[in-house]
Structure formats: structure tokens, C-alpha cells
């Protein structure tokens, strides 16, 4: 860590050739500038991303116009707290999180289990098919669901009203229930990813221990396992509530249509005209003050009950046995879940996209390719609407995860007494909603040149989600031991030489993982684009809300389109990681 | 009266045999160790006889109750079998305290509290822990997690507690420690043990009877002073460390155990020993010579030439030869030696006596030493 600053170095064939280029800095100070600067660098820009738009955000709320101009003022807060509209917002959003964080957690933790712990059967493909919907667009699964499920239109409602009988507009699925269900087939793998790895690095002598000193199947359950596992997923309740609660999408979809408010919703109508932007700013406030303290308890609580299950060794996961009830039982769930999160809305927009009109069956009659061609080879919006996707994904991706690195490299290696403060503001947008994130950028650039950009889209998606790339790279960065760098140091290669040749190599099953994830948010963001988008930067999901007041078959269309980008990322993300693990 | 009985148990992993046939019997309130390297199948027997795993074939009774019969279809769950379990890594549960982990198994059999409170605090009190008491497990130390172990595998004073390497997590000095603690907590409750170690200081010091496993099969069965000082097959010698020189048979003769047999070890390097049980071996025949290495003397030898080979008839009380130091390693109270004579090494340790690498030296060795075995197949032993 400090050690390599202090130890000599000998200096290489090549540093030495360097440091004649690098002039009166030397050889040593060279190097040690970079080593400082470069990593600083990436978290300097990193804090300023985040707090910009905070800053602007908390300005923007305390500034309010009249007659005189703008001055110093409570009034925009004062008028949200006095508007109703404000509380049924608030009240929606909040039903809506605890539902779709209880219902992921019990499929999460559900799944996880039958998983890494029981012989069901299949259960290596259900592993890869419960992380699909993790890369599927929430927006797209909303509007799947729609055709599934709306009164009388949708094909399931029409297959139920058909062949039983039943009301057909049996499927409450505009509304706060609608929202909730989709929300957690969403965020079901979520909960499954933070509790299957505790789960299988869980020594399984805690277990077995309880068994043979006299506690039953469930009881150890009940004792030992869940409290175990109970860190890991309080952790991914909070962070599900704060980012189910916060995504503007599925309640685009699904409350709106029926005027049922939420949080990310009312403050897109806030910014709509005639727009009053303090008043959503000052939301905003509200917003990020009860995500931070969120976001800051998950993190206390974390810290306090870490628990040692983890003692470094490779544990056999011992598998139970389970009865024909259970294995059941066990692939009902799995398929039940598998179908509504990924083969029905599949199904259902392939359905409608390859149909000509959409009247809630496939006929032969209506049955076209008319949609696809018409999207990608006449319609100029969905043509910029790809191409700007495709830029945005590409570009973010890569500057994200550069600067991910150089911020991993810090808040792994950097001065030991700023690595924790500096972690945790670096973690902050991970939680803050993007809607939010979009309007801090929007009020930031709304009269520079960069409004209407297709640049500060680029800059509000690296501000959201650099994050998770840091995480990732940060995770495996703590697993590299920091004498395979110094050892390199102390062979004579420079800072540079030891991040091109060690450490770089060493990261890249993250640096990749990284990559695909931001890659895969980039396609499918929505709640930041929609504030910033004008006229010529629309997105492949602006373009699907867009289309959506005209037209079925060319939303459907692009969706498919979206899928396909999606889904190449997935297979991309399991063949390289698969490839690097055997490597 | 035997406490427990494996009779023909069998254990596959996939292809992999972990246990081949195993059968032994444990008497009331004796340790039984199960000995051998890691892999040999003796944590799986374990396993087995706590319900952990479920044997392929065979049964398993405990004070007379069948707790798994393949063939009878029985298996009980591990919370049926009435066991203490101490885990190699301890399976200190890092949510609960101390007390609650140790009152853990009162708890689910529905004791009352005030009962629990009690004879938790008893066996806290026996295992040195009672300061310790209300602490989160993850708190103490291993040698203190470990008591915490032994402590919940005891309190409800189960017929049978069985320990898996239980001390391969802690130092030599705290071993040795809690070995004796051990036997002393064994002689106060009087519980049945089954001891699976690598470690034979652990097996024989705290064992009546030792098992030594190999590839998931007995090699050898005994009280700990007979399976030390006779091994009964080369891989037994070689697990407990013996030097294992592989040779010819020249001459053997019957003697009163068995028989001497002079073997060579190298052109110019024969040594008498005795082969004890087997086919007598047959000049030509080939075998592997074991000696401790303890029974080696080895001393400074000025001039370096050989002796004169006294030219009798028959098997000598001492044998010297003349070789040379390759290694030496002080242990403290004791030295190790690498010896070669005749290009064929041997170990020998004793009181550290200065010898230094590449010195010429005599080496005693008494002929009842050498324990002979034929090799079978030539692929036996070392």
C-alpha cells in the first residue's frame, strides 16, 4: 500500500528511457506523480459529478421567482408540503417499494436457496435464467405486461375470459398493484445476487453443527441460517426499496395511465410545462435527504454485524436432498417466476410487434414484418434513437469504467486516512433516483451549450451509475494482495508499468464484468434521458415512450430491438466471465 | 460392551471411493481415533456416523440402536442421534454469544431456561470460560472458540461426541494444552469419544484404541503403544515417519519373532533386520527396510574408511556402517540428520552432537530395529 513510495526502487531499462522524456520531474518524482495524480484524478471527477448536480439541485429548491427576479426563499418548500399532491406522491411511491422489497426478498432469498443449496433439478440453467431479468429493461417488462394483462386487450386476460370465464379485466394491472408486481420480478434477482454468494460461502458446518446438537430442518432455518444470511438481505431490502422506489419507469407505464401519482413521475410533470422547476427541485431535496440517511443506516448496519462466515477457505457446499414434494414445489416457483419476469413479456412483445394491427390475439391475417422495417429503415426517430443508444452505451462504458479503475486504485491503495470518507461520497448516486440525478444536470446546463446535448446525457449517465462500476472493480481490487504490485516495483517497473502489466490484467474479469454492466444501463435508462432529451438525442427508451401514444407495433418493435442489445450484453457478460474464470 | 458399531461401511463420491469397507466398534466411554492423511475418508466416516452424509452401503449402531442400515432402509436425521460434534473449523455461530451458543442444543430440545442458564454456566465454568460468558462468539480467540465448541458439543451431555481434527486450527502450544484439558473433561463426564486427526501425537495420546486409514480403507487397527512401536504395514511406517529403503533379500533365517533377513540396500550397504507375520521372504525377493529414525546412532567418525567387516555366521547384536552427513537440522533438544552410506539415505535424529554437512560418520543400527516387509507388487510403501 505505502510500502512501494518508501521502498527502493531500481529503475528499468525502459523507466530510465522515460524519465529523460519526463525532464527535471526524474525518474522518482515522475512516477510519483502519477501515482498520486492519476487516481485523484478519476475521484475529483467523480465528486464532481455527484456533487454538481446536488448542489444545484439544493440552490434551485431555495431560489424562488417573482415579480422582482429570483431571491432566497422557503416558498418552494412550503408549497410542496402543501400540496396534497405531494403526499398521495409520496404515500404511492412508498406502498410501492415496501411491496415490491417484501415480495423480491421472499422470491430472492427463495430462489437463491433452491439454487445453491438443493438438487433440484436444472438448477445450473435456472442459475443463469434467474440474472435475465437483471438485464432487461423495466420499462419494456411494464409495457409487456400491459399487453399481457390490460383489461380486456391483454392476451392473458383474453386467454382467462375465454377459457374460464372470469371478468376480463380480472388483472389489476394499471395502478399501485400493477407497479408493484413488475417492480419485483424486477428487482427479484437483486435480492438473489446479494444473498446466493453469503449463502454459498456460508461455512456449512454452522448448519450442520446445529442439526447434530438437536435442531430440525426448519428450526435450523430459523436459528442459524437466516440470521446468517440476514446482513445480506436487510442490506438488499434497503437498496431495492431506495431504487424500486426511485425508478420513474414501471409508474410511467402503469400508474400514470390511470392518474395514480408517484414520486418519479410528479416530479417529471413538474418539469413538464408550465414548469415550475424549484418545486421539483425542492422534491429532489426530499428525495436525496431520505435516500442519503438510507443509504448511510444500511451502511452503519453493515459495518456493525459483519459477521466472519466467510474464513477464506473453499467450502463444498453440502446440497439437501429434496423430497418429490419439494422438488416440486422448488421448480414451480422457479418457472413461475422465470415465465412472468422473462418467457411471458418476451412472448407477448414478439406477438405484437410482428402484428400489423393489436387487438389482443395473433391472427395469420394481421401477421407483418411491416413494424421492424419501418423502425429501422424509414422512421428517422427510431433510426437516431439506436445510433444515439448505441453511442451513449459504447462511450459511457468505456470513459465509466476508466475512471472506475483509477477510483477502485484510490479508495484501494490511496492515503489510508481519506479512503473511507471518500468511498462512501463515491457511493452516494447509487441510491439517488435518476430522475433526480436528471433534473440536478438539467437545472446545471439548462442555459449552457450543453442543453439539448447529447453530452449531458453522457455526463448524467456516468454521474448515476460509475458507481456500480467502482464497486466491482473495488470488490476484486481488495482481493489482489498488494505485493504482487510491489513486487513488481521492486523488479523495476514504474507505477505505470505495474498497472499496464499487473494490475490491469489482474482486473480485467471485473474491468469486463464492469464494461457490459454499464453497457446494459446505458441501453435501457430512461429516468435521467427524459429530462434531458430534446429533439435529435432521443434515446431507444425515449423513443418507446414517445411512440407509445401512437403506436403498439413500433414500440413493440423497438423493444425487440432493445431486447436483442440486451441480451447479446448477457451472453457477452456469462461467455467472457465464464472464459476468464477458466483462464 | 461396544458403545458403537460401523459394520461395511461404504461411501462414494461420484467415482471416488472415500470409504471402502469400513468396520470397528467403539466400547462405552473409550476414544477411538480415526488416523490417517487428509483424504483418506476418515472425516467422511464421520460424517456418516453424525448423519451428515448417508453411507452407499453398510450400517451404523449406536448403543444398540441402529441409526443407519442401508439395507434395512434406516437413516436418521443428525438432530435424532444424540451426538456432541466439535468442528474442525468450530461452527462458532458469529450471531449468538457465547451462552447462547453453547445453551444452543438445551434450547432446542425445549429445556427451561433457568435450566439452561445453569448448566451452560457449569460447562462454561469447565471449559475456563465463564468470563467470557455474555461475548460474541467472534470475539475470542480460536483456542477460546474452540472451547466454546467442545463446551455446546457437551452440554447436554450426549452419549457420543465425535471431533473432527478439532485442533488442526490452533498452535502447537495450545495443543498440547487442550489435549490434556481434554482427557481430563473425558474422565469427569465420561462420554464416548470417535477422534479424527492427521496428527498421531493426538491419536495416541488421547485414544484406547487408534485407527489408521489410507484410501479410505484400515490399514491397521491397535492400542496406540502397539500400532506405534510394530507398525503392521509400510504405509503405516511411513505415516509415522520411518525411513523406507526398498531392497533385495540375501539371506533370511527363522528366529524367534519371525525371521532375520539381511538385506541389500545398495552394492556395498546390507543390513540385518526382522520381518515379523507374511510369507518368510525368499533370497532375490524384494522388500522394504523401515527404521525410526530415533533408532539410528550416528556418531563422528575420524578417518572415514570402512570398518572391517567381522565375517560371521549368523545375525550380529549391532551393525555399523560408515557414511556420510548430507544435512543436518537442529530441533532443540534433538538434531535431524540426512545420512548416505553407500548413496542410500537415511534420517536419524538424536541429541544434537555438532556434526556438520559432509562429515564422515559411524552409524549404529540394531538388526530387531529394522523392520522388513515384503513388497508387494513393488508399489507399496515409499
Not at chain 1, 378 to 400: C, E, P
Not at chain 1, 462 to 469: E, G
Amino acid at each position: 500500500m505505502d510500502a512501494p513510495a518508501n521502498a527502493p526502487i531500481a529503475p528499468s531499462d525502459l523507466d530510465t528511457q522515460l524519465s529523460v522524456a519526463a525532464g527535471p520531474l526524474g525518474n522518482r518524482g515522475r512516477a510519483r506523480l502519477a501515482e498520486t495524480a492519476l487516481p485523484a484524478t478519476g475521484v475529483v471527477i467523480g465528486m464532481a459529478l455527484i456533487i454538481g448536480p446536488f448542489l444545484a439541485t439544493v440552490i434551485r429548491s431555495m431560489l424562488y421567482w417573482d415579480a422582482s427576479g429570483p431571491a432566497l426563499s422557503w416558498l418552494n418548500f412550503s408549497g410542496l408540503f402543501a400540496d396534497p399532491r405531494f403526499y398521495q406522491a409520496a404515500g404511492n411511491t412508498i406502498i410501492c417499494g415496501i411491496g415490491a422489497t417484501l415480495i423480491s426478498c421472499v422470491l430472492g432469498f427463495s430462489l437463491a436457496w433452491v439454487v445453491s443449496r438443493t438438487d433440484m433439478p436444472g438448477r445450473r440453467w435456472f442459475e443463469v435464467f434467474n440474472l435475465v431479468p437483471f438485464f432487461l429493461s423495466p420499462y419494456v417488462g411494464a409495457i409487456s405486461w400491459v399487453y399481457l394483462a390490460a383489461p380486456h386487450s391483454g392476451i392473458l386476460s383474453k386467454l382467462l375470459a375465454d377459457t374460464f370465464g372470469l371478468p376480463p379485466d380480472l388483472i389489476p394491472i394499471y395502478g399501485i398493484g400493477g407497479a408493484t408486481w413488475v417492480l419485483s420480478l424486477f428487482y427479484t434477482p437483486y435480492v438473489y445476487l446479494f444473498v446466493i454468494a453469503p449463502m454459498r460461502q456460508m461455512d456449512p458446518a454452522l448448519e450442520d453443527a446445529a442439526r447434530v446438537h438437536g435442531a430440525g430442518f426448519w428450526t435450523t432455518l430459523r436459528l442459524v441460517t437466516i440470521p446468517l444470511l440476514f446482513p445480506a438481505l436487510f442490506s438488499a431490502a434497503l437498496i431495492v426499496f431506495v431504487t424500486s422506489a426511485g425508478l420513474f419507469d414501471v409508474p410511467l407505464a402503469l400508474a400514470s395511465p390511470r392518474g395514480v401519482r408517484t414520486m418519479p413521475t410528479e416530479i417529471f410533470q413538474l418539469v413538464q410545462y408550465p414548469s415550475d422547476l424549484g418545486r421539483a427541485a425542492a422534491f429532489g431535496v426530499v428525495v436525496m435527504a431520505v435516500t442519503i440517511l438510507l443509504t448511510v443506516l444500511q451502511r452503519r448496519y453493515i459495518d456493525r454485524r459483519r459477521f466472519e462466515t466467510v474464513t477464506g477457505k473453499g467450502y463444498r457446499p453440502r446440497t439437501i436432498a429434496l423430497r418429490s414434494g419439494g422438488r416440486v414445489g422448488a421448480l414451480a416457483l422457479e418457472i413461475v417466476y422465470i415465465g412472468c419476469a422473462v418467457v411471458l413479456p418476451v412472448i407477448a412483445l414478439l406477438m405484437v410487434s410482428l402484428s400489423s394491427i393489436w387487438t389482443g390475439t395473433l391472427s395469420y391475417a394481421t401477421l407483418t414484418l411491416h413494424n421492424f422495417e419501418y423502425i429501422i429503415f424509414n422512421y428517422s426517430l427510431t433510426q437516431q434513437a439506436i445510433l444515439n443508444s448505441l453511442f451513449l452505451a459504447v462511450t459511457g462504458a468505456t470513459l465509466g469504467v476508466a475512471m472506475s479503475v483509477l477510483q477502485a486504485y484510490y479508495v484501494n491503495r490511496g492515503p489510508r486516512q481519506r479512503r473511507a470518507l471518500v468511498d462512501a461520497i463515491l457511493s452516494l448516486p447509487l441510491g439517488i433516483p435518476g430522475i433526480i440525478l436528471g433534473l440536478g444536470f438539467l437545472i446545471l446546463a439548462i442555459r449552457t451549450p450543453l442543453y439539448s446535448t447529447l453530452a449531458i446525457i453522457l455526463i448524467a449517465y456516468i454521474a448515476r451509475f460509475f458507481p456500480f462500476a467502482t464497486r466491482t472493480v473495488s470488490s476484486m481490487l481488495l482481493a489482489i494482495n498488494p505485493e504482487l504490485e510491489q513486487s513488481a516495483r521492486a523488479s523495476g517497473a514504474g507505477w505505470l508499468q505495474t498497472m499496464r502489466y499487473v494490475l490491469v490484467p489482474l482486473l480485467m474479469p471485473a474491468i469486463v464484468a464492469a464494461w457490459l454492466m454499464l453497457f446494459v444501463i446505458f441501453i435501457r435508462e430512461l429516468g435521467a434521458t427524459i429530462l434531458l432529451y430534446a429533439q435529435g438525442t432521443e434515446t431507444i427508451s425515449v423513443a418507446l415512450v414517445v411512440l407509445s401514444e401512437r403506436s403498439f407495433g413500433y414500440v413493440a418493435a423497438l423493444a425487440v430491438i432493445q431486447l436483442m442489445l440486451l441480451l447479446t450484453a448477457f451472453s457477452l457478460f456469462r461467455a467472457t466471465r465464464a472464459s476468464l474464470i477458466q483462464a | 460392551m461396544a458403545f458403537v458399531r460401523v459394520e461395511g461401511l461404504r461411501k462414494l463420491f461420484g467415482e471416488l471411493v472415500a470409504v471402502d469397507g469400513v468396520s470397528f466398534t467403539v466400547e462405552v466411554g473409550h476414544t477411538l481415533a480415526l488416523l490417517g492423511p487428509s483424504g483418506c475418508g476418515k472425516t467422511t466416516i464421520l460424517r456418516c456416523i453424525a448423519g451428515l452424509e448417508a453411507g452407499d452401503a453398510g450400517a451404523i449402531e449406536i448403543a444398540g440402536a441402529a441409526v443407519f442400515d442401508r439395507a434395512a432402509g434406516v437413516n436418521l436425521m443428525p438432530e435424532q442421534r444424540d451426538l456432541g460434534v466439535v468442528f474442525q473449523s468450530y461452527a462458532v455461530w458469529p450471531h449468538m454469544t457465547v451462552a447462547e451458543n453453547v445453551g444452543f442444543p438445551l434450547k432446542v430440545r425445549r429445556v427451561p431456561k433457568a435450566e439452561i442458564a445453569a448448566r451452560t454456566s457449569r460447562i462454561l465454568d469447565m471449559v475456563g470460560l465463564t468470563a467470557a460468558k455474555n461475548k460474541p462468539a467472534t470475539a475470542l480467540s480460536g483456542g477460546q472458540q474452540q472451547r466454546v465448541a467442545l463446551a455446546r458439543a457437551l452440554v447436554h451431555e450426549p452419549r457420543l461426541v465425535l471431533f473432527d481434527e478439532p485442533m488442526s486450527n490452533l498452535d502447537a502450544q495450545l495443543r498440547a494444552r487442550m489435549r490434556m484439558e481434554l482427557a481430563v473433561l473425558q474422565e469427569r463426564l465420561g462420554f464416548t469419544a470417535i477422534y479424527v486427526t492427521h496428527d498421531q501425537t493426538e491419536a495416541f495420546s488421547l485414544a484406547e484404541t487408534v485407527v489408521v486409514m489410507n484410501h479410505g480403507r484400515i490399514e491397521t487397527v491397535g492400542d496406540p503403544r502397539s500400532v506405534f512401536a510394530r507398525p503392521q504395514t509400510p504405509f503405516v511406517a511411513e505415516f509415522l515417519g520411518l525411513n523406507i529403503n526398498r531392497g533385495r533379500v540375501v539371506n533370511a533365517l527363522p528366529g524367534r519373532e519371525g525371521f532375520h533377513v539381511e538385506v541389500a540396500l545398495a552394492e556395498g550397504f546390507r543390513i540385518w533386520g526382522v520381518q515379523r507375520g507374511g510369507k518368510p521372504a525368499i533370497p532375490g525377493a524384494s522388500v522394504l527396510a523401515c527404521t525410526r529414525k530415533e533408532h539410528i546412532a550416528v556418531a563422528k567418525c575420524s578417518d572415514g574408511t570402512a570398518l572391517p567387516r567381522p565375517d560371521i555366521v549368523g545375525v550380529p547384536d549391532e551393525q555399523n556402517f560408515i557414511g556420510v552427513t548430507r544435512a543436518a537440522s537442529f530441533l532443540g533438544l534433538e538434531e535431524e540428520y540426512v545420512i548416505a552410506i553407500d548413496g542410500i539415505e537415511l534420517g536419524a535424529i538424536q541429541p544434537p552432537c555438532g556434526l556438520r554437512a559432509g562429515e564422515p560418520v559411524t552409524v549404529t543400527i540394531r538388526p530387531e530395529e529394522v523392520i522388513v516387509f515384503v513388497a508387494e507388487n513393488g508399489c507399496d510403501g515409499g
